[in-house]
């Protein structure tokens, strides 16, 4: 029974609290029963019937609200039990019940001490069935007691301020469908106005790309670990994971999702890149501008479409601009050394926007009258490969003799093969040959020469006949003679008693025509003197004719002199020696004195002994350091010799632990030395070879090498002092070209200066060809070079002669004038050579006087035969030197430009532009092909003038250099 006097109040409160309309739930909790929001009869059962009770009562805004209430304070053993309908769990394991109640404090209540209660407790009981009418009170389970935190009093209700407490408990592990709740009273006096059950969720969420459904939290404080599943058009990049914490809130995310190709990531989601636009990858974050050459027209384009004519490589990143095959190569270069050739040449001035250059040699065989041509077939050799080269050079072997082969060298790069165009090829035509290994055998009379010939070493085919030119060695060469004959020697009658001649062999073999061999110079008799030459087993015997007494005398001074080597000297033939001399030792033949090559000799130290004085090594006083050269260092010191006076020599010295080739090269500088005898040639004092180190005396130059000199000095000589270094360093070289001696080497930095400023040519090194000098660069026979003192043609075919050395003479001269500045100055070796060949001269130096660069420029002509000769430059400069003011007038270097090089000037008309390339008669065919502004000539490529006519390799050359300019400048057209 209820005593609602007690707690009249009870029924009518609730001012404060409903909230039906207002309530809003954290998003994170569920909501399994919420009894306020309740629209019919809540369906809980009450027992005993006396016990709790439901009560409708209106809240302020009139809307009824269900409570229940049990106030039966005044009896003792109260058990009022009240029991919520089912509430399924929703697949929660943990559920949380929050209830909202009022409780009558007992103390305000008299008399009712011994009955009146302040908690009631609350049960649940877990099942499968949602309609049990009945539960037995010992199968709840109890969640709690529950108390009051504020419970009121009669005062608290008259004043209309109500005490409502809030009460949250939880019960985790369900696992069954729902369960009831159940209250138990005991005696309070208690008004239930709410009872809310929710389970708590981790809400959808976004992270990473990936989505994460609502997920209902784990029991007790279990995580519950969630795959999430990527957004539209994103694709797991790494499994996207996160766990749900018991509490409802994400925790740990890992993976994630990434924007499939063609969609970039903005605030949670995917969208396309943009027309113009792509993105390749997934790691991309966002869409990018296309490459250059490259376009995109869709919405979500992955990657970029190529222009027409440019293409992407299977390994080129979707980022790289698109390319297109490479140009043809350009300017080759070929050495054809009999059934040999290497093959140079320069990159494809366009390389197509790629550095992946490869070449593809391809080889026919041509036959010069038909003009037809076939494959090459096997049994050639390339090196290093014939395809796939790396290098701008091949060396091809193993070729027929006497044939004419024509080798496209073709461009390539990582697209070549994607582009449907013919690959770009520059075409070579070799003609091979085989050199007429000629032994020579001679024999003088007064007016006749006999030589002996045995046909080309390598070669098996059979010699049909020898050819022979010869011609007087002062007439031009244009005055020759030439005979034939089938036997293996000729006479050749008839010449002028004392008189040098030229003479020059080739054989005709059944493969066809050889080569001229090397120059032979020999010098008919003024007496009969029969001298027998072999150069390969040279026997000298001089035979006087006028008395055999003669040749006696010879034999025994030959003996005497070259000890067992006077009558059998072995010569190894250079083949790029111009001049080979058979005289030996120290025989001379009659005629003017000529420099003999060590290498003749078959025992180098003989050449020593012959050439070098041995000096004791008492009488050298080594003092200091004063350079290093290729085989140890460079001393200066003094030399005392018995009977002489004192003099400061310079002591290049052979390091320890030199091998015999070394010691061989080291020694051969000072047989060829000494040699020389001349003021502006460095003069040999002596060797020490007899005991260690071995060591070259030479005189010393105190101002050292002139290159050197001229930076220190710079600016600080008088065009007359200039002049003196430059006449002595031409006289010196005069001299050597008399002695045709062939320098090779010839710069700055092998000029040694003395006190008085003196110039000398030194470096007469023996390993030179040019290994020791730091300017030679490697070149296509092999051989080193110094490319930017080398004439064309030595560079090219290794054409060494006096002529050669004239211009390296002419760059010296520039040097000189220059003080020391180096030659072209940073400019690659490669571009040298392709200057130089353009036409491209060394313009003259700061203040250097115009008749000095124009005789550079001489000493610089393309044709050899056209350089002044050294005699001729010694004149010339003593004229200066005697006639001053022919000096005056000054080269302006500023101004000066190579006159095979025309004036810049803008052109805006297709004729214009023709006209300046003096290609004005290639008007008709650019127009009638269509082409007749300058816009349209900008992407000419050689086939393309192929195909309009323009089939002259040199003119496309020329009409394709300056359409890449204007691409290059990306301006108006420059002529
Ligand atoms: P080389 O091995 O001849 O190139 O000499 C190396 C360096 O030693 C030269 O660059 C000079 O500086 C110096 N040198 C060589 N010979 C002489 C010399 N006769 N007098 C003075 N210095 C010399």
Partial sequence: ??????????????????TQALRIYPPNEVTLLDSMSALGDLGWVAYPLEGWEEISVMDERNTPMRTYQVCNVLEVNQNNWLRTSFIPRGGAQRIYIEIKFTLRDCNSLPGLSGTCKETFNMYYYESNNTNLWFIKENYYHKIDTIAADESFTQVDVGDRVMKLNTEVRDISNLSKKGFYLAFQDVGACIALVSVRVFYKKCSMTIRNLAQFPDTVTGGDSA???VKGSCVNNSVEFEIPKMYCSADGGWLVPIGRCACKPGYEEKKDSCHSCRPGYYKALLTDTYCAKCPPHSFSIQNSSAECTCEKGFHRAESDPKSMPCTKPPSAPDNPITTVNETSVIMDWSPPKDRGGRSDIMYNIHCRRCQSETQKCSACGSGIHYIPRQFGLSQPRVLVTDLLPYTNYTFDIEALNGVSDLSTYPKQFISVNVTTSQVVNVILKERRSKDSVTLAFQGPEKSNDIVVEYEVIYYEKNQKEQNYTVLKTRSNFMTVEGLKPGTTYVFRVRAHT???????????????????IIAI??????????????????????????????????????????????????????????????YIHPHTYEDPNQAVRDFAKEIDASSIRIERVIGAGEFGEVCSGRL???????????????????????????????SIMGQFDHP?????????????????????????????????????????????MLRGIASGMKYLSDMNYVHRDLAARNILVNSNLVCKVSDFGLSRVLEDDPEAAYTTRGGKIPIRWTAPEAIAYRKFTSASDVWSYGIVM????????RPYWEMSNQDVIKAIDEGYRLPPPMDCPVVLHQLMLDCWQKCRSDRPKFGQIVNILDKFIRAPSSLIELANSSEWQDPSIPDSYPVTTLEQWLEALKMSHYLEHFTMAGYVTLDSVMYLNSSELGRIGITITGHQK?????????????????I
């Fill in 223 to 225: 995580l519950v670990e």
């Fill in 958 to 974: 020329k009409i394709l250099s300056s359409v890449q300019n204007v691409q290059a400048l990306g301006t108006q057209l420059q």
């Fill in 814 to 821: 520039w040097e000189i004038n220059s003080y020391g500045e």
């Fill in 680 to 724: 502006n040639i460095i003069r040999l004092e002596g060797v020490v070879t007899k005991c260690k180190p071995v060591m070259i005396i030479t005189e010393f130059m105190e101002n050292g090498s002139l290159d050197s000199f001229l930076k220190k000095h710079d600016g600080q000589f008088t065009v007359i002092q200039l002049l003196g």
């Fill in 510 to 528: 059944v493969g066809g025509q050889g080569i001229y061999g090397g120059e032979i110079e020999l010098e008919t008799s003024t007496e009969d």
């Fill in 533 to 594: 030459v072999d150069p390969n087993q040279i026997t000298i015997l001089a035979i006087s004719v006028a008395g055999g007494i003669v040749l006696l005398i010879f034999l025994v001074t030959c003996f005497f002199v070259s000890g067992r080597h006077c009558g059998y000297i072995k010569a190894k033939q250079d083949p790029d020696e111009d001049k080979m001399h058979f005289q030996h030792g120290r025989v001379k033949l009659p005629g003017s004195r000529t």
């Fill in 640 to 670: 005392k010799l018995p009977s002489k006076r004192e003099i400061y020599v310079a002591i290049k010295s052979l390091k320890a632990g030199y091998t015999e080739k070394q010691r061989r090269d080291f020694l051969g500088e000072a």
């Fill in 1 to 18: 029974m209820s005593f609602w006097w007690i707690c009249p109040a009870l029924v009518t409160l609730c001012t404060l609290f409903n």
